[in-house]
């Protein structure tokens, strides 16, 4: 297998910023078309591609699943709207 | 209990900081409006991630949102998630001072219900497949050490972005990747055993325990 072991550490250290895209640390589109071109020939590195991603899919599954209770936002955004509005009274 | 009478009565009947100026007063309404209403949903978990409490977090909210509304006019608009995130860990560490000595350490998952937003109906395969997988994910999170599982929580399952999450937490945004990333490499480690198949009973050999 021909592909620069440079690649796959390189790949290894930007994935997750890949994924996040948080602006604080952003691939520049650079950066995300190499990862990109590294990842359609590279096995190892998609796999652990694929191994983020799943593990990413099940926090979001899990921050889905402990969300605040509805009455208990409710009741704070009445608190914000009588803020709001001035009143009280 | 943590509650602080005083401000919790700012919310009622009381003095408006804006009275006597009605101009100022409505932009301050408009501020507020536009800019912390729609984040009320996120300051509670970013609240519940601090004092690993639905209770305490309220409260906290509470607060924070008196606090907001009387520091409105004097936030610039940038970033308002973070100011107000902000906000909410002042109010925490502020009401950890005047109750109890020790924090609670984040039971983050005090009770593991389904709670009441789940909001997708996906095929029973896939539910069988994932409800197993979630609860490894579960359990290599309640495994990792508290600071890392903080970063975690607040990014991955918050949708914070670093810089609210540094925010949060009090440290640079640096520290944020950094934790985030022997995090997440953790818990890949802790699930490497674990990948989805047709057959979620047959166990592997598995690695590390
Ligand atoms: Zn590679």
Redesign the pocket.
């Known amino acids: 297998m021909s ?1 620069p072991m440079l ?2 550490w390189l ?1 290894a250290r930007r994935l997750d910023r890949y994924l996040d895209r948080d602006d604080s640390a952003r691939l520049t589109d650079g950066q995300a078309r190499r990862l990109e071109h ?1 990842l359609s020939v ?1 096995a ?2 998609a796999s652990s591609a694929e191994d983020r991603m799943r593990v990413r899919a099940a926090l979001h599954r899990l921050g889905a699943r402990h969300r605040p209770d509805p009455a208990a936002v409710a009741r704070l955004e009445d608190v914000a709207a009588r803020l709001r509005t001035g009143e009280g009274a | 209990m943590s509650v602080d009478q005083s401000t919790r009565h700012a919310v009622g009947p009381g003095p408006d900081p804006a009275a006597g100026d009605p101009d100022a007063s409505t932009g301050r309404a408009e501020l507020f409006g536009t800019y912390v209403e729609p984040e009320i949903e996120a300051m509670l978990r970013v609240a519940h991630r601090l004092t690993g409490s639905w209770n305490d977090a309220e409260d906290v909210v509470q607060d924070s949102l008196v606090r907001a509304y009387r520091a409105i006019d004097r936030f610039d608009g940038r970033h308002p998630r973070a100011w107000l995130f902000t906000i909410v860990r002042n109010t925490h560490l502020n009401s950890l001072r005047r109750t109890r000595p020790v924090p609670a350490e984040d039971e983050w998952l005090e009770r593991r219900t389904p709670a009441f937003g789940a909001d997708r109906a996906p095929s029973a395969e896939e539910v069988y497949a994932d409800r197993h997988f979630d609860a490894d994910v579960e359990a290599a999170l309640a495994a990792l050490d508290p600071r890392f599982r903080r970063v975690v929580l607040l990014v991955d399952l918050d949708h914070l972005t670093y810089a609210e999450a540094a925010e949060v937490l009090g440290v640079p945004v640096g520290t944020v990747m950094s934790r985030l990333s022997r995090a997440r490499s953790r818990l890949r480690e802790q699930l490497a055993h674990r990948r989805p198949g047709p057959d979620p009973t047959t166990d592997p050999k598995g690695k590390r325990r």
Do not use: I, L, P
């Open positions: 592909v690649d796959c790949s590294h590279c190892r590195c």
